[in-house]
């Protein structure tokens, strides 16, 4: 079906046709048009006399089939909403997904009852979206974010610039914690952990980056790591927060309690009630 100058509402009639089949496929349509008009998704839904010309046409007959064939809305558009603010993303860095806004609300309400405690250290940052969020909410933080994706910190370094944190949040390109001296009030990680085995069966392997999700045979071998360095840099009655597989709670805690034997650990669930955050904590 070809449309031949379709204002904003016909257009969508004609996406929402094409995206039947697919869950949530009419939100994504507003969200295409909105990101090509250049307005925001209130406004097309708001004015569906708004009229669209040929390369406004071009370009969305193009993300639509991109769509259809299952590339991420998010690297469509370039950027995706996590804890009340906006990342660019691309495809070097995982997409922010709402299992890790568990991660940073913990972190926050932490770092708020310890006001002592502002260093901190994103380790396997990506687009930078925890390190950010934490540095935005808290201005007094200061925060190492780590990644050993060249590509991934420069769409990190961006964010930080946008969100106005590039001067408290410091990219830092290396292997965990390897190229970081000194000591940590708080560690987050969403390190990869996907087992290698699985991850080809997987949909999410399609479209994002290799290196941020296979976590090797077990899916552990980044955690596993980061823990058997972690005396290291932890300080005493600091924290560190993993992001998790669901699979993962027991072999994690194992690990955490094997190199930080002293450290309270708890399992944080996500609202579908399952394991999605460890929590180390350091003994004073």
Known sequence: MKLLNPDAGE???????????????GLAAQVLLAHVVGKTREFVLAHPEFRLDS????????????????????YLTGQREFFGLTFGVSPAVLIPRPETEILVEKALDWLKRHPQRRLAADVGTGSGCIAASLAYYLPDLKCVAVD?????????????????????????????????????????????????????????????PQLALNGGMDGLDWIAALLEDSSRWL??????????????????????????????????????????????????
Request: proline content about 5%.
């Open 11 to 25: 257009w969508l009639k004609y996406a929402r046709q094409r995206l039947k089949h697919i869950e949530d496929g």
């Open 55 to 74: 390369d406004q046409l071009d370009r969305l007959e193009r993300l639509l089939s991109r769509f259809e064939q299952g590339e991420p809305l998010a």
């Open 148 to 208: 050993r994706s060249w590509q991934a910190l420069q769409i990190a370094r961006s964010n930080f610039e946008r969100l106005g944190v590039l001067q408290r949040v410091f990219p830092v390109m290396g292997n965990l914690l390897d190229a970081c001296g000194g000591l940590y009030d708080l560690v987050c990680a969403n390190l990869p952990y996907i087992p290698a085995d699985e991850l080809s069966r997987l949909p999410v392997s399609r479209f994002e």
């Open 235 to 284: 300080t005493k009655g600091g924290l560190l927060l993993l992001e998790i597989g669901a699979a993962q709670a027991e072999s994690v805690t194992r690990l955490a309690a094997r190199w930080l034997p002293a450290a309270q650990i708890e399992v944080i669930h996500d609202l579908q009630g399952l394991p999605r955050v460890v929590w180390v904590e350091q003994i004073l």
